[in-house]
């Protein structure tokens, strides 16, 4: 099983709402990513899990709040957003965080904040 | 900090050409991820490489150590291969070349 799966698809979120999105990989990867992909833009590194330790954060704003309750899942959780944070939240695990392995990417949730 | 240069940034062809995109990386970065993203789409791993070339159906990737540069070549060229192409440095980390728009037209 090489997929890394992420729900829900789509999301459409008040600036009041708590909401979060999943990402699951059963691939034995230690390294699971979170990235933000704007319209037309490459996608933008936000945290790195590595071992389920937290080991990146790109300067994430404390609204976006990861957590990894096993190895083979990943959640962000969502609250208090903002318009701007409309974008494709990607997923992604590798075998490792160093980036000398191949990344496997989720199809994305597509985030609406209204 | 670890950089990736990718070129060009916008490519228009036509079915059946021979299509090259160039990503130079900085020093520090030990690996060359090449990824490919169609419209609406998620995003495929093509090619991982450190050394050498690698080829797979019309796609091949190669990398010169010493001059710090890959290059992505597609033969024989289809619609079907219009997508974003990112080149990606890999070394405590990820660095993401800003990606290169390519439409192939019939």
């Known amino acids: 099983d090489t997929e890394v799966t992420q729900t829900p698809k789509h999301l459409v979120m008040g600036m009041t709402n708590k909401k979060s999105l999943k990402c699951e990989q059963h691939?034995?990867?230690?390294?699971m990513y979170w990235y933000k992909q704007k319209a037309k833009k490459p996608p933008e590194l936000m945290f790195v899990?590595?071992?389920?330790?937290?080991?990146i954060n790109e300067s994430v704003p404390s609204r976006f709040s990861p957590e990894c309750p096993n190895s083979s899942l990943l959640n962000l959780h969502l609250h208090a957003l903002q318009p701007e944070d409309s974008a494709l939240y990607l997923c992604?695990?590798?075998?490792?965080?160093?980036?000398?392995?191949?990344?496997?990417f989720g199809p994305g949730t597509r985030l609406t904040v209204t | 900090k670890n950089e990736v240069e990718q070129s060009p940034q916008n490519l228009t062809a036509q079915e059946g050409e021979f299509i090259t995109i160039n990503c130079s990386y900085s020093?520090?970065?030990?690996?060359l991820h090449w990824l490919q993203q169609h419209p609406g789409g998620g995003i495929v791993s093509l090619f991982m490489?450190?050394?050498g070339k690698k080829k797979h159906g019309r796609l091949i990737a190669t990398i010169n150590i010493q001059e710090k540069h890959s290059s992505l070549h597609i033969t024989a060229s289809h619609p079907r291969d219009s997508a974003v192409y990112i080149c990606?440095?890999?070394?405590?980390?990820?660095?993401f070349g800003k990606g290169t728009h390519l439409i192939i037209q019939p």
């Open positions: 691939m034995g990867h230690r390294a």
């Open positions: 990606v440095g890999g070394a405590d980390g990820l660095t």
């Open positions: 992604a695990s590798s075998q490792d965080p160093n980036g000398l392995y191949e990344q496997y």
């Open positions: 020093v520090g970065i030990s690996a």
């Open positions: 899990y590595s071992y389920e330790k937290l080991s």
């Open positions: 490489l450190s050394s």
